[in-house]
């Protein structure tokens, strides 16, 4: 497991229709807050601020072709114009489970990147495709 401190953020919010709002700063854009989202929010927060990530090589809400399916990859970081990590965020009382993992792994097909990362904002696992271990930290960029 990845133990990661994030961020304090000054994330802005708004309410609108009965329903509130936060401002993705990747995606330049207000998304309705859900428990998934805040989740990613943070994520992000935690890639730019702590380890530094350029925030202009990182796709949020990706959508991907599964063979003819559409998909949507929560966060993909590039690296020399290759997607290089996947992370995928659930809620916070969703489980990591093997679920969890099969969908991660299927959107590797499509993307063979370095690193796949799963988060529910307090449990973090990784993995490193091309050594085949278990990540204790996230990456550096």
């Not at 990845?2 to 509130?20: A, H, L, S, V």
């Not at 401002?23 to 854009?29: A, G, L, N, P, S």
């Not at 990530?53 to 949020?60: D, G, K, M, R, T």
């Not at 809400?61 to 993909?76: S, V």
């Amino acid at each position: 497991m990845i133990k990661i401190d994030y961020p304090n953020n000054r994330f802005r919010f708004k309410e609108e229709g009965g329903k509130e709002f936060i401002f993705d700063e990747v995606r330049k854009q207000w998304i309705k807050l859900t428990p998934e989202e805040w989740v990613r929010q943070n994520f992000l927060q935690y890639l730019i601020q702590i380890k530094k990530y350029p925030a202009s090589l990182i796709a949020v809400e990706k959508e991907i072709a599964l063979g003819e399916l559409k998909r949507r990859c929560d966060i993909i970081i590039y690296k020399n114009e290759k997607p290089w990590m996947i992370v995928e965020c659930k809620e916070m009382n969703v489980e990591l489970n093997d679920k969890v993992v099969e969908q991660i792994l299927n959107y590797n097909q499509s993307l063979d990147v370095c690193y796949l990362i799963v988060s529910n904002g307090t449990t973090v696992f990784g993995f490193d495709t091309t050594q085949k271990l278990s990540l204790h930290a996230i990456p550096d960029y």
